[in-house]
């Protein structure tokens, strides 16, 4: 049976939280007219819905996609991506595993976020325009689809409650990435699969979920 491993960006493959934030203060103080820093967002800014974000700061009514792409394409310059990921995308391909990414992204917006060498390294990118959004199945089993990958041979690295709901409605394996945004404790309460803490060996974890080996329904804590 083919095996895929999806993964979600921002938080899991990509340290953007400080990006995610300045996107937000930077967009906000424009549409605004005032100065809006990153200490002004309300708590949680990074894990909710942009528009729940701005209507708290005081901005009604529809989102400028040119003024959106402008605070983030500034604010991807403090985005980088984790120390692990090459050597891990790397491994997963060696071992025949495909890998692919579903995110909230749009597709221009992950093109300036991932360099090329990391991008080259991936099979599928599933983004905001291609499927319903999370935590809808939609774009997890579009990527299996193009992957030839039944739910059954993947698992979905996700850092949020959002990809979790995701991976079970698709009927994948929920892998929470407790280096991320919503943290151990809120990945396992929502029914991950498996949470990890950090993202050490990464590539040998994943390969023995796939290979049934791993355990389940629980966090792996660092020995």
Known sequence: MKRAVLFDLDGVLLDSHAAQLATLAGFATSALDRLVTVADLPTGAATVPRQQVLAELGLSGAINDDGWDAATATASLQAEVFPFVGETLTALR??????????????????????????????????????????????????????????????????????????????VRAVGAGWGFAGPEALSRVGA????????????????????????HQIIKRS
């Open 94 to 171: 060696a071992a025949g595993v495909a890998t692919g990414i579903v995110t909230l992204r749009s597709r221009r917006r992950v093109g300036w976020l991932l360099p090329p060498d990391i991008l080259d390294l991936i099979d599928t990118v599933v983004c905001f325009e291609d499927a319903a959004p999370k935590p809808a199945p939609d774009g997890l089993l579009l990527a299996l689809r193009q992957l030839d990958v039944v739910p059954e041979g993947a698992v979905f690295v996700g850092d949020t409650e959002l990809d979790v709901h995701a991976a079970r409605a698709a009927g």
């Open 193 to 216: 699969d498996l949470v990890l803490p950090h993202a050490a060996a990464l590539a040998d974890v994943l390969l023995l979920l796939l290979a049934g080996a791993a355990p389940s």
